[in-house]
């Protein structure tokens, strides 16, 4: 068995995509690789001693003839061949919506470290052309793997007093929701409809309607979630860049409509969702209007999409990443 070294932590700088990301993954490669022996490495937070020091004395502990980085949260110095993911590079697209210091961890960190791994593993094609541009990574080292999802069996649709739009992730200055709430608003004043989005009141979502509220979901479980995306009459993703996108995924998989930014739909799902400009909130609300004035129209497309998208599963993310492994130990 070839032993690989996989980085395990769950830190405070992990999204809940990257988390289901690296623990699917964790999951599922030794169900489908079985001639690979996946050893879990890594304790501590992002940055910290434990992180530039400890990790690579565990690498080096582990006798493991390739290592995989999950995150962008990596040591500078990696004492064995090593594989890394980058989600995407939103921080380099919008460096006026991060913390000042993140453009040079970026620069002096994660690109030296992308430069010198021996594959860097992406969720979309859109990303290629980021890493190139801002890492300066060789394209040929790139290898573009869809996340996943589990099997969505039938679900019974959330049950709400007014039709409503979902939006689930979460609320960072390129997500652009601002775009949203003026489409929301703009729908036509007879029209009842809620706009429910995913967390906790913080303050930063404001907007009314006659007939229609802002709803909170707080904190779901993923069975909850489900029932939410089964019931909503479309799901909004307003973001002007995005990775992945494992809420439209989701959605598609439980049968959303989804109406999104073209600038934030991966390749594999743009021919799935209505994408219009994400800075246009009147194209917006006329894509929203497009779904809601037509609902037999909108769930044959959404049923397309469900069917369609069955095949992104998290079996075959692990698959194709085992086989990462193997082209490069």
Do not use: C
Request: no cysteine; hydrophobic share 45%; net charge neutral.
């Amino acid at each position: 068995m070839t032993r690989v070294a996989f980085d395990a932590r769950e830190t405070s700088h992990m999204s809940q995509g990257v988390l289901a990301y690296a623990r699917n993954l964790r999951a599922w490669l030794p169900r489908v690789a079985p001639d690979l022996e996946l050893v879990a490495v890594g304790s501590g937070d992002n940055f910290d001693l434990a992180e530039q020091a400890g990790l690579p004395l565990a690498l080096l502990r582990s006798r493991a003839r390739l290592a995989h980085f999950p995150t962008i949260y990596v040591p500078r110095i990696v004492p064995i061949p090593y594989v890394l993911t980058v989600h995407d590079l939103i921080d380099l697209h919008y460096p006026h919506y991060v913390k000042r210091h993140v453009g040079p961890y970026w620069r002096a960190v994660i690109a030296p470290v992308a430069r010198g791994a021996r594959a860097v593993i992406t969720d979309d094609d859109a990303t290629v052309a980021d890493l190139e541009r801002f890492l300066r990574v060789d394209p040929r080292r790139i290898r573009v793997i869809p996340l996943g999802s589990d099997d969505a069996a039938a679900t019974e649709p959330m049950e709400w007093p007014r039709p409503y739009l979902l939006y689930v992730t979460n609320r960072r200055p390129h997500k652009n929701i601002a775009t949203l709430v003026r489409a929301w608003e703009a729908l036509p004043a007879d029209r009842a409809i809620d706009l429910v989005l995913g967390g906790d009141d913080d303050g930063s979502v404001r907007g009314s309607r006659e007939r229609g509220e802002i709803v909170h979901l707080g904190a779901r479980s993923d069975a909850e979630l489900a029932r939410w995306y089964a019931g909503a009459a479309a799901y909004v993703h307003p973001a002007l860049r995005e990775g992945f996108g494992l809420p439209l995924l989701e959605a598609m998989r439980h049968g959303a409509p989804v109406v999104a930014s073209r600038s934030s739909l991966p390749r594999v799902l743009a021919a799935h969702a209505l994408g219009v400009d994400g800075r246009d909130a009147l194209a917006f609300r006329a894509a929203l209007l497009e779904v809601l004035d037509d609902p037999p129209a909108a769930a044959a497309r959404a049923a397309a999409a469900s069917e369609a998208t069955r095949a992104l599963t998290w079996e075959r993310t692990a698959k194709a990443t085992a086989a990462v492994y193997r082209e490069f130990v």
